[in-house]
């Protein structure tokens, strides 16, 4: 028999949550990403308003729920001691917020920038320890944080070429609260520069892989389509997928006026609802 198809979560805004709340809830409630906290205005201000309205959307919704963190100019593998710390602190605001919310991940984005540090290219011998050394330094006061609140940290793939650096250090902290996150739009521009396919990038991570956003692009830009409209193989993706023991988040990180657009293609195909 062949097996039900996965369920598609999306990524929103709380102020969007009535929007699209008889879709949410379907199939027993799909998973949700809140975007509001890589605002500095909500991390920064008064979030009980804010916090309200999602409780308030979300009356009776049962399924899995988190928060995509801070990032702009947020680089855990900073040599700079100082800005670890201003990053950790971001992140326990951020965390704060999310368990005031009821989350249960955190998504964050990769150190391991395309080029990196001009003197490191992310491999055993040339700075990768060194690199998770920094990377453990900026987490060190927010692992225990999110581990104590029952938030996983899932690390995004940004410009990461290889998935090995990433897989490596998700490893390195050994702890259930730290998975791999893969943008398989990201995974496909960084596919134009020699990196591979986004299927590939689900059969390296293995069990690690927690958390996937699901958008398409024509290799050229992050352009956040919706599947189908760019140049990722999606029945590979899908049957790698398929082949995982675990369910990892599904989201839909497209423009918000896409989602149904979006879900429904997938649908057609055959290959997730």
Request: glycine share 8%.
């Amino acid at each position: 028999m062949k097996p039900p198809l996965p369920v598609l979560g999306l990524a929103l805004p709380i102020e969007r949550l009535p929007e699209f709340r008889s879709w949410f809830l379907e199939h027993g409630g799909r998973d949700l990403e809140l975007q509001d906290a890589v605002r500095p205005e909500v991390l920064d201000g008064d979030w009980q308003p804010l916090v309200a309205l999602a409780r308030q959307a979300l009356e009776g919704y049962t399924g899995r729920m988190g928060i995509h963190g801070p990032y702009d100019g947020l680089w855990m593998a900073s040599f700079d001691p100082f800005v670890r710390r201003m990053i950790a602190e971001r992140y326990r605001r951020a965390l704060e917020f999310a368990a005031d919310l009821g989350a249960s991940h955190m998504v964050i984005h990769s150190p391991f920038l395309f080029f990196g540090h001009p003197q490191m290219a992310h491999a055993p011998g040339n700075g990768l320890e060194r690199e998770i050394e920094w990377v453990h330094d900026t987490l060190r006061t927010v692992l225990p944080l999110a581990r104590n609140l029952g938030l996983v940290l899932v690390i995004e793939n940004i410009r990461d070429t290889n998935p090995q650096p990433l897989r490596t250090l998700v490893q390195s902290f050994g702890s259930e609260h730290v998975r791999m996150s893969l943008d398989v739009g990201h995974a496909h521009l960084m596919q134009q520069l020699g990196g591979p396919a986004p299927d590939q990038w689900v059969k390296e991570a293995g069990p690690l892989l927690a958390h996937l956003h699901l958008q398409d692009n024509d290799g050229l830009l992050d352009r956040h389509w919706s599947p189908g409209q760019g140049g990722i193989n999606w029945r590979a993706l899908f049957a790698a997928l398929e082949a995982l023991q675990s369910r990892p988040r599904l989201i839909l990180e497209v423009r918000h006026e896409q989602l149904p657009v979006a879900a429904q293609w997938l649908l057609a195909q055959g290959l997730a609802c």
